[in-house]
């Protein structure tokens, strides 16, 4: 994954003429909106889950493989995202890698085999991840005064994309007369959102906050030996794998318990909404504060509570479970998005440590769903699951003080005109 730093020329096309620089506002919405994209083919699963089981045949082993296949491909691409942006550069990359969720969504529509559909989540993976590698550094760069206040906007719209998947995703099946186009429909949604993009991209990197032309040195090595890039990375990865243990389970979870179908819905759909209230609130916070320990903290333990109300009274405390769950997962996934613009200095760094932080947190992260749903064929049930989940909130939690206020993945780089040597093995 790392390669020797070389001599680039950074010169990013100028604006067309006759054309105007895109307002901050406009930039900032086509981020959100682009957010709404990247996450609704994970929330339109869950409540369709029990019949794509019935229909392909699925044991609970598989059911959580649909959504660890596409978060671990999430975990392969982030890299290629990052690479992909410093060749033909952030936003035209950004182009790119949402084609290809558009056509990981769509190929749902030929899902008549478990196999098919593991291929077009691979693929819906590939594209999530690599668009997701490239965000931060495009807030970074284009909006870096309001950071904060876009990632929260930009979290947001994941969250909302997932609850508005998930609660169309029923209706959704009976209009189009099965889960296949209720799937394959976020595939045009979200090629329209490229082709919006594609209408606003020679007026987006026309922003002054694009570089002029100059030679420099760009490392692109992804910040393997840096401690702060493992520290942020251990934070995001934990609450990836506490994260997607909702997103995959809550519905099943409740089914299970002798819910309705659409009550668990709504449940699941609960636990994204209130993730937005973190989302919202948090990051404009991140714009006045320097350290983000105690807000990181009342986050996790957020999440441990509400899994402790879903072991102990799952039907009697399910709101408050799944609401205390949401609240938690939403603050700390956007906290950890602020984390990666905090820890480094320029756009090129950003991607650098967004490349290595989803790449390893995505595959682990995968991890969650999958683990479950085999705990549950061996135990038959979600408590040994969600048991081990909540050790892993307290894990997470007594490693919150590392997380200091002025740390950066400079602690990786050597003196100048040594090139790093990977260790043999």
């Known amino acids: 994954m790392t390669e020797i730093p070389i001599p680039v020329t950074q010169e990013p096309d100028a604006p067309e003429a006759g054309s105007s620089r895109l307002p901050a506002w406009v930039f900032v919405a086509m981020v959100t909106l682009i957010g709404l994209n990247l996450r609704a083919a994970l929330g339109s699963v869950p409540p369709l889950l029990p019949h794509i089981t019935d229909d392909l045949h699925l044991s609970g082993t598989s059911q959580g493989l649909l959504t660890s296949v596409v978060i671990a491909f999430m975990g392969?691409?982030?890299?290629?995202?990052?690479?992909?942006?410093?060749?033909?550069?952030?936003?035209?990359?950004?182009?790119?890698?949402?084609?290809?969720?558009?056509?990981?969504?769509?190929?749902?529509?030929?899902?008549?085999?478990?196999?098919?559909?593991?291929?077009?989540?691979?693929?819906?993976?590939?594209?999530?991840?690599?668009?997701?590698?490239?965000?931060?550094?495009?807030?970074?760069?284009?909006?870096?005064?309001?950071?904060?206040?876009?990632?929260?906007l930009y979290s947001?719209?994941?969250?909302?994309?997932?609850?508005?998947?998930?609660?169309?995703?029923?209706?959704?099946?009976?209009?189009?007369?099965?889960?296949?186009?209720?799937?394959?429909?976020?595939?045009?949604?979200?090629?329209?959102?490229?082709?919006?993009?594609?209408?606003?991209?020679?007026?987006?990197?026309?922003?002054?906050?694009?570089?002029?032309?100059?030679?420099?040195v760009v490392n692109n090595r992804l910040p393997w030996r840096s401690p702060t890039a493992w520290w942020v990375t251990w934070f995001m990865t934990a609450n990836m794998i506490i994260g997607f243990s909702g997103l995959a389970w809550i519905t099943p979870f409740y089914v299970e318990h002798g819910v309705p179908d659409q009550r668990a819905a709504l449940y699941f759909v609960v636990f994204q909404v209130v993730q937005l209230v973190?989302?919202?609130?948090?990051?404009?916070?991140?714009?006045?504060?320097?350290?983000?320990?105690?807000?990181?903290?009342?986050?996790?333990?957020?999440?441990?509570?509400g899994i402790v109300f879903l072991l102990v009274a799952p039907l009697t405390l399910a709101i408050p479970a799944v609401c205390l769950f949401g609240l938690g997962v939403g603050g700390a996934s956007t906290l950890a998005l602020v984390l990666l613009v905090d820890t480094t200095d320029t756009q090129a760094d950003a991607a650098r440590l967004s490349g290595m932080v989803m790449l390893v947190a995505f595959l682990a992260g995968a991890s969650g769903p999958a683990l479950l749903g085999l705990l549950h064929d061996l135990t038959g049930d979600f408590v040994a699951g969600y048991a081990t989940v909540l050790v892993l909130t307290v894990l997470t939690l007594v490693s919150i003080p590392v997380l200091r206020p002025g740390r950066t993945i400079d602690d990786e780089r050597l003196p100048a005109g040594q090139v790093a040597v990977e260790p043999a093995g």
């Open 278 to 305: 973190a989302m919202l609130t948090l990051p404009a916070v991140t714009d006045f504060t320097r350290d983000r320990r105690l807000m990181l903290a009342a986050c996790v333990a957020s999440s441990g509570l």
């Open 76 to 152: 392969l691409s982030a890299p290629f995202g990052q690479k992909l942006g410093v060749r033909f550069g952030a936003e035209r990359a950004t182009a790119a890698t949402l084609l290809v969720l558009a056509a990981g969504c769509t190929l749902r529509l030929a899902a008549t085999s478990e196999a098919v559909f593991l291929l077009s989540s691979a693929i819906t993976g590939i594209g999530m991840g690599a668009s997701s590698a490239l965000v931060p550094s495009l807030i970074g760069q284009h909006v870096p005064r309001i950071r904060g206040f876009t990632m929260g």
């Open 156 to 216: 947001t719209g994941l969250a909302l994309g997932v609850a508005v998947a998930a609660w169309v995703a029923l209706p959704s099946e009976q209009w189009l007369s099965g889960w296949r186009p209720a799937l394959g429909l976020w595939g045009g949604i979200t090629a329209l959102t490229v082709a919006l993009w594609l209408v606003l991209l020679p007026r987006l990197r026309g922003r002054p906050g694009t570089r002029r032309a100059t030679t420099a």
